[in-house]
């Protein structure tokens, strides 16, 4: 089967399990507790405005017209409105999404950048200081809760240190690009100053997790057969090392960077938090605190539909990394 | 091959590549980054500073933004806070809550059921047209009516008994008429009721007038990012002196201690709902200072009094002796509170300065639940979780007060707010928990508006049911004579205060953190006027 095919296959795929993503969700909201009437009426309202409320928002049809009005809509690209604001939810979703994608891909490349090398050298120098440095820091990068360690980089690094702003996302990656466009180079500094601390609070854990991924792959191709009738060939270490054991290395860490990646862009909740960072996460916990559901499904459409897209991506990746891999 | 070239991946580009992110995240923490304007005006990394060319520039931070900029289509004081900028009403309150005429510079009451508002003369909007009676009739109309301004407005039971306002022929005047007496009307004016051109409205769709704003308030519209934030900028022709403030910023942060990290970092200049944990922090640290201020929300624990223990007048008022309401303010609260003796709090009209608060009497306590033939009833309360300052804590001391008592057994039971809020919102008493912790807010500095709908016998949010409470709250709605109406409302509050439908327990205070830059003072209808601030 051919690239083309199968993403296109996997796309087909995709949409069935966005439909039951969307299926799911709304049926949640019929058995989750709170009315949004509660949220978005005061609460001395008349029984009358709850109900006109109710009306307006088409609460009061059967489920299964709500339902199918809500695929209609999606399917015509309309997403809702939002219950408290009557904003269109896909504007707020879409304005949104670059900040988390922007943190999580971010994130995910420092904690490339940082883990695969780490992984390389503690593997290399198997029981050496810097093998213990690297599964020490791994191991502490695992155990250590993000939002702790959110608020001590902020504590220490803006409040005591004033390196960087304490929290907030002053602009965009496109934006900066714009002004270095122009030559002025200093959107990018502002962009940087910015996201380094959510990155880093963000990709820690992630870092670590790759770190010891890599390690225990590296260790485990640099036992095999192959390694050794390379070496007897002759070939530099550093090419054994790192086109062929690295390389073999490198697929599971795919698959979990494909999966990291995805929960990043949905699960950033606790950084975008402490950082007050105006990302999908936080859009969708306050949705779900006032069970404004146009906003909640739409999030998790797009949230879902990530997931699908990057893992139609990493799985194409795979051949690319490993030949042997085929398409089916 | 050539595959394998490009991903081949050598020890030195390794290093390289580390290298640069590491040198690129040292520059970002070290370096300044000019002339970048950003959403938030400060590019140069931390600082809401004096901005350019001496600009006197302030940000204010809450826990959320606005849920749109329609003044007349919402009901949260987030959202109050981000529109009282640029809209303002007919009246208006000074800090201690006093009517003050704002749009209208005079009112009169024409008859029982009219109010008559004189429109003041040379009042601009940010379009540049000036204030007339059609707009200031339009704006009440389109709160009260359904079929004006293509919105039923959330703020209709706010103008409550009102029922139409017309345009006077040959005065700049408008009268607001409503369904009969309605001795709180200039009350309701001054909180409610932000006044829109006309024009402007009807040549508007619902999301243009969500995300523009044309109000003749002090400050204009700059920038609106939604969710992220609102920029204003000082408006030149505002009716009264030009706002000192030349630029105003709101943002949000849902976190408390992200807010205090802003404000002491100098990247904002107001944080609201300071923790009373993080007080410290803030006043040690220089360049910033707590401020704290009664506000006008009440925090009580409702009895049902159509079930056992809690039918008994005498359980009630055991429940009120029972807890030490002095130490939780203290301990609890940091003393970020007051405590109540009744449902009305001191400076409203209407509260009764005669009524004490129940003293911590455990003996009598015990005796009065003996008395009530409930000895051995076992209680729980429901209480949300970080809806009020210290809501669940309050809680808390509470039933361990009660549990004191060898004669109740009391738990906690914590509650969702939207849940609980569905169960007392239901307009029926009988969906609503025994005994529940809530809070209630009222911005009219007037008793009627807490005692109609928590403790009347047809109030959306009773628990009570007393004949002489309704009678004499009934009498009040009716009398148009001022003082006669408050001995009424005192009286009221009397019986409340008797008959113990509450446990009354805290007013709360609404707690700020101001940079230390800034002249400002807080104020107890827990706005956020940046008109009534200066450079320090």
Known sequence: ?328 | MADDRQSRISRRRYLSLVGSAAAAASVAGCAGGDEIQTPSGDGNGGGNGSGNGGEFAVTITQGQLDSGLDPHDHRETTTDIVLMQAYEGTLDRDAEGKVVPSLAEEYEQVDDTTLRLFVRDGVKFHSGDELTPEDVAFSINRIVNNDVGGLASPQKDQLAGVTEATVVDGERAVDVVSDGVNPVLVSLLASYGDVMQKSWVEGRQKNQINSEVNGTGPFKLERYTEDEEVVYTKFEEYWRDPAAVDRVTLNAAAESSTRVNQLVSGETDIVVNVPPQEVGRINNQGNARVEAVPSTRIIYNAMRYDVEPFSSREFRRAMNYAIDLETIVKEVLSDFADATSQPTLEGFVGYNPDTDIYPYDPDEAERLVEESGHAGASIELHTPVGRYLKDLEIAQAVVGYINELPNVDATVNQRDFGTLAGELTTGSIEDKPHFYLIGWGNETFDASQTLIPLLTSEGVLTSWSNEEFDDLVAQSNAETDENAREQLLRQANQVAHDEAPWIFLNRQYSVYGASGRIEWTPRRDESIKAYSISPK
């Open chain 1, 1 to 328: 089967m051919s690239l083309g095919r199968f993403i296109l296959k996997r796309a087909l795929q995709g949409v069935f399990v966005i439909w039951g993503v969307v299926t799911v969700v709304f049926l949640l909201r019929f058995v989750t507790p709170g009315d949004p009437i509660t949220f978005i009426a005061p609460l001395d309202a008349s029984p009358a405005l709850r109900q006109r409320i109710a009306a307006e928002l088409g609460l009061n049809k059967p489920l299964y017209v709500q339902y199918f009005d809500y695929l209609a809509e999606l399917v015509r690209g309309d997403m809702g409105y939002s219950y408290i604001s009557g904003t269109e939810a896909s504007a707020r979703i879409f304005a949104r999404l670059p900040a988390t994608v922007e943190l999580a891909v971010v994130a995910t490349l420092v904690a490339v950048a940082l883990s695969i090398p780490l992984g390389v050298v503690s593997a290399t120098r198997r029981h050496e200081p810097a093998d213990y440095a690297a599964t020490t820091f791994s191991l502490a990068g695992i155990s250590t809760p993000n939002f702790w360690l959110g608020i001590m980089l902020v504590l220490v690094l803006s409040v005591q240190f004033d390196l960087f702003p304490t929290s907030r996302r002053a602009l965009g990656f496109v934006d900066a690009l714009g002004y270095l466009a122009q030559g002025n180079p200093n959107g990018l500094i502002v962009w940087a100053k910015y996201i380094t601390l959510p990155a880093i609070t963000l990709g820690t854990y992630f870092t670590a997790l790759i770190t010891r991924l890599t390690r225990s792959g590296m260790l485990d191709e640099l036992g095999k057969s192959y390694v050794r009738a390379t070496r007897a060939k002759g070939l530099p270490e550093s090419l054994v090392r790192y086109k062929h054991a690295l390389r073999n290395t490198l697929i599971p860490v795919i698959t979990v960077l494909g999966l990291q990646l995805g929960s990043l862009i949905g699960g950033a909740v606790i950084t975008e938090a402490v950082f007050a960072w105006p990302g999908l996460g936080t859009l969708v916990i306050n949705s779900i605190n006032a069970r404004d559901w146009p906003l909640i499904q739409g999030c998790l459409i797009v949230i879902g539909t990530s997931f699908v897209v990057v893992n139609i991506a990493v799985d194409a990746l795979y051949a690319y990394v490993n030949p042997r891999v085929v398409y089916d």
